[in-house]
């Protein structure tokens, strides 16, 4: 091992063998970190350099570098980070300096400053440091009145990889830059690409009025994460420090494997603490007096909560609602002149849904209304976004109706022309399970009509053979006009969709396919709803037995809001012994978010594989023990 001080050589301080270095998951702040555990002692010109810095001036900090040659004799870095002087005991009679080895400087200056308020575009951090090349706002912004026509252009916001930007680089006087695949315009989810945070004025007014976005990182990472199920990690990319913010599940990636052979000791453990009781939803806030969009179960923005399916819950609340950000439609639509210019929100700060010209989504929404705000930020958009964080069903039971189906192909087939958009004739909903007790499924038209004003969930899965193949979902008024659809596996916006398999855009690895969607749709009474198959590219496709359709959520009776399940959760804590060298930890480090396999043979001399991903290791620098946790789903 080699210690540098800013950059200089020094003898090896007392202690340093009983260092461990740490990489893990931090669940309070949702990110993936790197630290040194352990406290060492220098001495000699080690000691004389930091007492010097630290008579110059006690907020300094010194850079220390911690190398290693590892097998193959080359100088690898084992840590970088400060040491800040303010931390440090020194023992003026022995002449030693006591040092608690910290975070790397730069995630240190955000966890310090996280909480502190800037106004976005105010172009100075908060050292007064010049940080205009990091400001870029959106100035062109068109909000349009609920019947679409323009109503105040020219608005001022920031995009959300914007506005991270900017705060990243306030509150590290620009030394940290920012980068995300997801919240960039690139990103295939334009919710997440084009969204803008903006004040309540910036609405009203556009650009007649200057008041600012307000906000701290902390309070702005914090509402983002219950919109998008986010996290975070911090790499070097060309040798600039950089916070990357990516969905959870972008840290769970499974095309590359790293492996634990024949581990020490392993053990297994639930991660209790995420078998919630119930979740929260809503915006910051929401109207009460201006009620354009009605207030409906599960698809507005009001502060709502259900509670979780299971016998083994915990009493762990998951609580997604909003603390500064308002995504409530009729706050905005108030707030605009086509509402009352409501200026009572003036220092608010909102969330609006864009398009990638900077004009509003207006989306279709039900009955004699026309077009509203942020569809897919409604509290059941956002519980599209947590998939995969969320262990069991979510429900709400409100009443005694039953206008809930399930129908199936229980013991016949349907089969689709190539090129055909046929609807899917569901035969069997009298078979239990499979049910329609109010009779709200026609299996001969293949429409379920729903029989009162209000929220629908609904649930599809289709076995068939025949690629490639694509579904379409149709919501047709009592009229027959075609309100909103869903289509081919792909997101059309503003309409959200969950899949677990997609039989489409990769060579098929068999002939049967299986497709599963996930969706609720707002509904007025005589709307019906229908399911089209389409096959295409000169292949038919038939319609195997086990494909279903049900509804499990109807306005009268209630039932399940949406459906989620333990198995698509890393619940499991796999906790391993193992000896990791110091090529395979670099190796590790690198690429921490691979796929890892723990490869061990059992009690009974059996083979066995687990999978998982990272959660915590603990390395110790001079020996390779290490303590490994690996998060893996239950099936896994």
Not at 246 to 269: A, H, M, V, W
Request: hydrophobic content about 35%.
């Amino acid at each position: 091992m080699k210690f540098y001080l800013d950059n200089t050589l020094y003898d090896n301080p007392h202690g340093w063998e009983t260092l461990n270095e740490r990489l893990y998951y931090a669940d309070g702040i949702n990110g993936y970190l790197t630290e040194i555990n352990g406290t060492i002692l220098f001495f000699g010109g080690a000691y004389t350099y930091l007492y010097n810095q630290f008579q110059l001036g006690i907020c300094n900090s010194v850079s220390i570098l911690i190398t290693d040659n590892c097998a193959d004799g080359n100088e690898k870095k084992v840590f970088e980070g400060l040491i800040f002087l303010t931390e440090v005991t020194f023992d003026l009679i022995n002449c030693s300096a006591e040092i608690e080895l910290q975070d790397n400087s730069f995630l240190a200056k955000i966890d310090n400053n996280k909480s502190i308020k800037c106004y976005l575009g105010v172009t100075r951090s908060k050292n007064d440091i010049d940080i205009s090349a990091f400001d870029n706002p959106q100035t062109n912004i068109a909000l349009r009145a609920n019947n679409n026509a323009a109503d105040v252009t020219n608005a001022t916001g920031y995009r959300i990889s914007d506005a991270f930007k900017f705060l990243i680089a306030f509150m590290t006087d620009g030394k940290v830059e920012f980068v995300s695949d997801f919240f960039s315009t690139t990103s295939t989810d334009l919710t997440a690409a084009y969204s803008v945070v903006m004040t309540g004025s910036q609405i009203r007014l556009g650009n007649l009025y200057e008041k600012k976005v307000y906000i701290s990182y902390e309070d702005f990472y914090n509402d983002i994460n219950s919109l998008f199920n986010i996290a975070f990690s911090i790499e070097l990319i060309n040798g600039v420090p950089t916070i990357r913010i990516e969905p959870k599940s972008y840290y769970r990636q499974t095309g590359e494997i790293n492996y634990f052979n024949n581990p020490e000791e392993l053990s297994r453990i639930v991660e209790a603490d995420k078998l919630y009781s119930k979740v929260k939803f809503g915006s910051a806030e929401v109207s009460t007096t201006y009620t354009y969009f009605p207030d409906v179960l599960f698809s507005g923005f009001d502060k709502e909560e259900y509670h979780l399916l299971g016998e083994c819950n915990t009493k762990t609340i998951l609580d997604l609602s909003l603390n500064d950000l308002i995504n409530d439609t009729n706050i905005i639509q108030d707030v605009l002149p086509s509402g009352s210019g409501n200026a009572n929100y003036d220092e608010n700060n909102f969330i609006v849904v864009l398009d990638s010209s900077n004009v509003n989504r207006s989306d279709l929404t039900i009955g004699a209304l026309t077009y509203f705000y942020n569809k897919p930020l409604t509290n059941y958009g956002v519980s599209i976004y947590w998939f995969g964080g969320i262990p069991s069903s979510i429900a709400q039971f409100i009443g005694n109706g039953d206008d809930t189906f399930w129908t199936a192909f229980s013991t016949t087939t349907q089969t689709i022309a190539s090129g055909a958009q046929d609807v899917i004739l569901f035969p069997d909903d009298s078979t239990p399970p499979y049910n329609d007790i109010n009779n709200n499924y026609n299996p001969a038209t293949g429409r379920f009509t729903a029989p009162h004003d209000g929220f629908y969930a609904f649930e599809l899965n289709q076995i068939f053979n025949g690629y490639p193949y694509s579904t379409i979902i149709e919501r047709y008024n009592s009229g027959g006009v075609l309100q909103e659809y869903i289509s081919g596996g792909f997101f059309i916006p503003p309409f959200n969709y969950f899949l677990t398999n997609v039989g489409q855009g990769y060579s098929p690895p068999s002939t049967i396919f299986e497709l599963s969607y996930v969706w609720g749709f707002q509904m007025t009474s005589g709307d019906y709803v229908q399911i089209k198959g389409c096959p295409y590219y000169g292949s038919s496709a038939t319609l195997l037995q086990g494909t279903y359709w049900k509804c499990g959520f109807a306005v009268t009776g209630g039932g399940i809001v949406q459906n989620y399940s333990s198995n698509d959760m890393p619940l499991i804590q796999n906790n391993l012994g193992y000896n990791i060298s110091c090529d395979k930890w670099e190796e590790i480090k690198s690429t921490p978010f691979k796929t890892f396999l723990i490869n061990f043979a059992d009690g009974n001399n059996q083979n066995q594989t687990i999978k998982g991903w990272l959660k915590e290791i603990s390395r110790n620098i001079t020996t390779g023990a290490s303590q490994v946790t690996l998060n893996s789903k239950p099936s896994g």
